[in-house]
């Protein structure tokens, strides 16, 4: 992954070529299978009870169906989520029929949707576009019960590149974040109100503050205040740059505190994804390097983190390869306190894999990509009542975009 102030370079690049940022060969990432598969772990097992099924295969067969990046949202035994090229999309958890819901023209209603969508109570999606809108800066959209697509916001020369999800809170307000713009050119979280006033709460300065805040969804908890990641900043520099911050803002003062700034080394660096929080306000997220283990090519593969409410980070798990290798997605919690989530690469064939931390630190891995299977998993995974998880991998799969032989990306099931 490129990071810091070389990220807008290599996401430009990556919008050009119809695929993610950190997008790979397959060559690559077998490589990357050898070199990590010497390294030796005690607190990790592999696990095949579990039973993974593909639910659908993207096919480019319209043009836009390719690379889902972002969440899926499930309701009612129906799936939803938005491809990076053009698409928002739902799939029936139960048969695996897709069905798409809206294609985006690439003007001002809109274009790359990254971050997948939200759901409210109405059955109303909301999500962001990076690009597009009336400035081709991004865009917050809604997509209503009946398909109809209503541009809320078209962002302008204040703030670009939503490349983060929205935050609905109970009145019907909604929240996110720009990676780049603002005051000082580093990002900036917003409110959009439920009366169609759009607010920036606060400027991201490029210093110990952070900067860049990238994907997934801010959280907010019952007092007003929102909790984020941002993947660069700190004011650390054992990073190529600096390594990243937790952070936290009240909607009502606008005041940002820095939680926790990672320092690059057995404590983490880089987190890409967003946080999830308990019910004793403990945060859990992961970083996409840093760690104990150097077992990817001589560097580090990441790690899964907790933040008490004091700011004390503990590591629950650092990556070593073969259990995976530089998560990007968000974390999900389970009743029992079960940590699940995905890593970008590792696993046994190099594209990543589905795992499970327990409350020892004993991690799982549930599920290794094997390319056709998918591969690249970038975002987080959903749960259902049943314990079943649901997930998507931006490339991989048996049908081809053209181009290079990786798939479209495809929608899973894991049954445990």
């Given at each position: 992954m490129?990071?810091?102030?070389?990220?807008?370079?290599?996401m430009?690049?990556?919008l050009?070529h119809?695929?993610p940022?950190?997008?790979?060969?397959r060559?690559?990432?077998?490589?990357?299978?050898?070199?990590?598969?010497?390294?030796?772990?005690i607190?990790s097992q592999?696990?095949?009870?579990q039973?993974?099924?593909?639910?659908y295969?993207?096919?480019?067969?319209?043009?836009?169906?390719?690379?889902?990046?972002?969440?899926l949202?499930?309701?009612n035994?129906?799936?939803?989520?938005?491809?990076?090229t053009s698409?928002?999309?739902?799939?029936?958890?139960s048969?695996?029929v897709?069905?798409v819901?809206?294609?985006?023209?690439?003007?001002?209603?809109?274009?790359?949707?990254?971050?997948g969508?939200i759901?409210d109570?109405?059955?109303n999606?909301?999500g962001?576009?990076?690009?597009?809108?009336t400035?081709?800066?991004?865009?917050?959209f809604?997509?209503?019960?009946?398909n109809?697509?209503?541009?809320?916001?078209?962002?302008?020369?204040g703030?670009?590149?939503p490349?983060?999800?929205?935050?609905?809170?109970?009145?019907?307000n909604?929240?996110?974040?720009?990676?780049?713009?603002?005051?000082?050119?580093?990002?900036?979280?917003?409110?959009?109100?439920?009366?169609?006033?759009?607010?920036?709460?606060?400027?991201?300065?490029?210093?110990?503050d952070?900067?860049?805040?990238?994907?997934?969804n801010?959280?907010?908890?019952k007092?007003?205040?929102?909790?984020?990641?941002?993947?660069?900043?700190?004011g650390t520099?054992?990073?190529?740059?600096?390594?990243g911050?937790?952070f936290?803002?009240?909607?009502?003062?606008?005041?940002?505190?820095?939680l926790?700034?990672?320092?690059?080394g057995?404590?983490?660096?880089?987190?890409?994804?967003?946080?999830?929080?308990?019910a004793?306000?403990?945060?859990?997220g992961?970083?996409?390097?840093g760690?104990?283990?150097?077992?990817?090519?001589?560097?580090?593969?990441?790690?899964v983190?907790?933040?008490?409410?004091?700011?004390?980070e503990?590591?629950?798990?650092?990556?070593?390869?073969?259990d995976?290798?530089?998560?990007?997605?968000?974390?999900?919690?389970?009743a029992q306190?079960?940590?699940y989530g995905?890593?970008?690469?590792?696993?046994?064939?190099?594209?990543?894999?589905?795992?499970?931390?327990?409350?020892?630190?004993?991690?799982?891995?549930?599920?290794?990509?094997?390319?056709?299977?998918?591969?690249y998993?970038?975002?987080?995974?959903?749960?259902?009542?049943?314990g079943?998880?649901?997930?998507?991998?931006?490339?991989?799969?048996?049908?081809?975009?053209?181009g290079?032989?990786?798939?479209?990306?495809?929608i899973?099931?894991?049954t445990?």
């Amino acid at each position: 992954m490129a990071g810091l102030k070389n990220c807008e370079a290599n996401m430009r690049k990556a919008l050009q070529h119809r695929g993610p940022i950190s997008r790979i060969s397959r060559r690559a990432a077998n490589g990357l299978a050898l070199a990590v598969v010497l390294v030796p772990f005690i607190l990790s097992q592999v696990v095949q009870a579990q039973t993974y099924t593909i639910l659908y295969s993207f096919n480019d067969s319209s043009g836009g169906q390719a690379f889902p990046w972002g969440p899926l949202v499930e309701a009612n035994g129906t799936l939803y989520g938005t491809t990076s090229t053009s698409e928002v999309f739902s799939v029936n958890a139960s048969n695996g029929v897709e069905t798409v819901l809206y294609t985006f023209k690439g003007g001002t209603d809109g274009l790359y949707p990254f971050s997948g969508v939200i759901r409210d109570l109405g059955g109303n999606l909301y999500g962001t576009t990076s690009m597009g809108g009336t400035s081709n800066r991004g865009t917050i959209f809604k997509l209503d019960s009946s398909n109809t697509e209503t541009v809320l916001h078209s962002f302008g020369s204040g703030a670009r590149s939503p490349y983060g999800g929205l935050t609905l809170d109970a009145n019907g307000n909604l929240y996110g974040t720009t990676t780049y713009g603002g005051t000082f050119h580093d990002g900036i979280v917003f409110k959009f109100g439920k009366n169609g006033r759009y607010t920036v709460l606060y400027n991201f300065k490029g210093g110990t503050d952070g900067f860049y805040p990238f994907y997934e969804n801010l959280i907010l908890d019952k007092t007003g205040d929102l909790y984020g990641t941002t993947v660069s900043g700190g004011g650390t520099t054992t990073c190529n740059g600096p390594c990243g911050t937790v952070f936290r803002l009240n909607i009502k003062t606008h005041l940002e505190t820095v939680l926790y700034r990672f320092t690059g080394g057995t404590d983490g660096a880089n987190p890409y994804a967003g946080l999830i929080r308990d019910a004793n306000g403990n945060l859990y997220g992961a970083t996409h390097n840093g760690g104990v283990s150097q077992g990817c090519g001589g560097a580090s593969c990441g790690t899964v983190f907790k933040l008490d409410k004091a700011g004390k980070e503990t590591v629950l798990y650092s990556f070593q390869g073969t259990d995976g290798a530089y998560p990007q997605g968000s974390l999900i919690l389970d009743a029992q306190g079960n940590l699940y989530g995905t890593t970008f690469r590792g696993g046994t064939y190099g594209y990543g894999t589905v795992f499970k931390l327990n409350t020892n630190g004993v991690e799982t891995v549930l599920h290794s990509f094997n390319g056709d299977d998918g591969e690249y998993p970038t975002s987080s995974l959903v749960q259902d009542a049943a314990g079943n998880l649901y997930g998507t991998t931006s490339e991989g799969g048996t049908a081809g975009c053209g181009g290079p032989p990786e798939g479209c990306g495809v929608i899973f099931k894991i049954t445990p």
